[in-house]
């Protein structure tokens, strides 16, 4: 039930005052409703050599899935390029971060994701010449991709290279802002719980000095 609906049946009779309480309210507890994170949790799905994986980040309308075989609602392929010495590659289907050395960057949980270079980006090869995804290795993709009305937004894939490819899972943020690698949902601010409580409290000791003038 609304906080404020809760007190105007507890004995807050005036219109105004109730309606000034869920404005207040609305407002601190929800000050960004747009905001979001889309977090897809798909059963561990892997490519070996010359296999590919599609994701699709959850952005159509419909949930976020993977797959081995390809599916037009894909937003990225990774696949193991067997052409190329099986090097683990992620397909420009839409567009993922690099480091600086060129090689797909390997973001550590909570790192903020925030940009992004276009193009079809290497992991690693055989030599081991990126030494962000050695084998073994279990990191964070950050990509940035076009998500409907959405705009463009920035997103994660986690991901095992050891040495095939596996994934666990994918997320990205609804309003365009960075998103935290690993980050599932968004945090409610310290500010808003704050903010929250000082209401709350103020309406208590507004309805303890009402009680206490009409006793008077």
Do not use: H
């Not at 993977?66 to 609602?73: D, G, I, P, T």
């Not at 193991?80 to 839409?94: C, K, Q, V």
């Not at 390997?106 to 270079?117: H, V």
Request: glycine share 12%.
């Amino acid at each position: 039930m609304n906080f404020c609906v809760f007190l105007c049946l507890a004995g807050l009779k005036q219109q105004r005052r109730c309606t000034l309480l869920a404005a207040l309210f609305s407002f601190t507890v929800f000050p960004s409703a747009r905001a979001g994170i889309i977090f897809t949790d798909v059963v561990d799905i892997g490519a070996s050599y010359s296999d590919s994986m599609y994701v699709d980040m959850g952005a159509s309308g419909a949930a976020g899935s993977a797959s081995n075989s390809y599916f037009a609602a894909a937003d990225f392929q990774l696949y193991m390029f067997a052409s190329n010495n099986y090097r683990p590659t992620i397909d420009g289907l839409g567009a993922v971060i690099t480091s600086d050395s060129g090689w797909a960057k390997n973001f550590t949980f909570g790192s903020l994701i925030s940009s992004a270079d276009t193009g079809s980006l290497f992991l690693n090869d055989p030599s081991g010449s990126n030494p962000s995804w050695v084998y073994g290795t279990r990191g964070y993709l950050g990509v940035q991709f076009t998500a409907g009305t959405d705009g463009l937004v920035n997103g994660w894939i986690d991901v095992l290279y050891g040495p095939y490819l596996t994934v666990y899972g994918f997320a990205y943020e609804t309003s365009g802002g960075p998103i935290a690698a690993g980050a599932t949902a968004i945090p409610e601010p310290a500010s808003t719980t704050a903010a929250t409580g000082l209401l709350a409290t103020g309406v208590v000791l507004w309805l303890k000095r009402r009680r206490q003038t009409k006793v008077a």
